[in-house]
């Protein structure tokens, strides 16, 4: 079988460690790269991901063209977190006649806050006969795949208690940055106040959650408050004070029938204590699942979700998809890898 | 949307579980119950099920003719546990046009030790348009699809080490009887020499993770070992006393390019100590989950696997399925339910 033609959309940190991972897999080929940012069009992709050899492909700015000439059968899509920012994106691939696997988060499951988007981008995949989908470790795994699959044991769920506590500290700066790590408590509130502030996709887990299990939603509440610090943590990128924000912790509960059904608490801080990873399942069976001494590590969990998605993906029917349709995921050619 | 027709083919335990769990789903309608058992023929599925009510409808022991009559779109399908001595039920059921899940721990992934067997049930399936699989909690989801669906968020996998510890105590007496409570330590090892005995389905799980890994077996080992007790135990259906066997412990390890790549460990034990269910991942990342206080009570647990695949399976295409090409799992018809 000839391996898969991949472009990597979108070369920052996350499109520069897909590349990694989709080179070390047999089954895949990396036959290009695109970024509009001009600083980056022109280099060979192996110096931009910081390879010690050349893959003798220039990163390109001029998306249409470019998918023209190196006719991907997928591309893995890591830009923008809203869907808004990324359609014309999404167009452009699908109008090339490729499947399109991207971490936005807000295309994880888009149909409620975005049903005119959703429309017109599963429209325009089965009229190419491609298919699209969102992806990651969160959304896309850990508080909404994960807790479903273990629900597939019960014959009844009362309701589901998700929790996931990431260290921030070894992750990227803007992950900390997003989170409010070193601001002031009032720079905190004033960020607050923007609306535009903390993890993007807790929702888009929580209606994934209530829709698959045919939950009707009354109501969701969601909150967000600083973690502060309590002691003084340095990081790769920044100095946390005493005092200081450390991250946040962002809740999410939703009600059906007038009762609480699902709660997703997120916390994502430099130095979080326990950083974990645990599901409650209240019903029958209940059960508790933890994985702790750090929780699933979501640097290298989003670029996993993200490749192993792509065998599944290019045979599941054209539209717009979601994970929930997709056979239960698993990691995509690993025989290779030594002890 | 009609509710889906359902019939119960097996009226033991398990079969009785099943039947009261199709009675809660709006989505399902018990439309028959099937059993061999000429003690069981004719009498209501209420009584046999223990209800405080009639059902309205009487087993049969006729199968063909009974299908005939109650012309069901999917037959749960608990009766024996291995391949050889269903395929004459399997072979009516498709025959009547009715989709199969079963509880038989061979059917799960029958392909490498019975593939006579899996070509003739593929092919017939194929035929009458319906699709046919095996499920369950061990095999189908704590020692397979459960650590497959964690290996979905890593970029490589080295090595998955799953344990399960069952305390058989609370169970029931086939359970208990079968994993040898009760016995002396020479009648263990007399009933181990015939070959016939251990837990059925942990090869399944082991082939199904290894072929869907992509990980070529090398060498399956497999041990059994008894578990004694240390004390006077004693369950609602015999008395283990200190010196006699409490359970088994049953691993297996296969190898696969000279490495030992998978390690399942199963106990079923009265009394077993700290009862839970663990997935070790070594990759990248690493990580380890971890169901305790109990792990997953498997009594309710299988019934939830064979009920909960029933939505997912009629729409599948025709053929003898597994897990790993279905949907990820999670609970059909929870809505209704009141904390």
Redesign the interface.
Known sequence: MNPIRVVQFGLGPIGQACVK?VL?KPGLELVGGIDIDPQKAGRDIGEICGLDRSLGIAVRGDGAAALADWRPQVVLHTTLSFVDHIEDQLTMIIQAGAHVISSSEELFYPFQRNPGFSQRIDTLAKQHGVAVIGTG?NPG??MD??P????????????IIVTRVVDSGPRRLPLQKKTGAGLSPQEFEHRLATGNFGHIGLRESALAVMD?????VDEIEESIRPVMAETKMTTNFLTVEPGQVAGLRQVLRVK??G???LVLELEISVGAKDPRDSVEI????S???????????GG??T???L??TIPKLITAPPGLRT?????????F???????
């Open positions: 991972v070390q470790v795994f850990a795949i994960l479903l699959c273990l629900t597939g044991v019960c014959t009844e769920v009362k309701k698959t299990l045919g939950w009707p059906s029938g009762q609480e059904r209240l019903g029958n069976p059960f508790s699942m933890h994985i702790i001494e750090g929780g699933i590590f290298t969990a670029i996993a979700a490749v192993n994970m929930m349709e997709l056979p239960v995921p698993y990691a050619e690993s025989a290779g890898v030594k002890l």
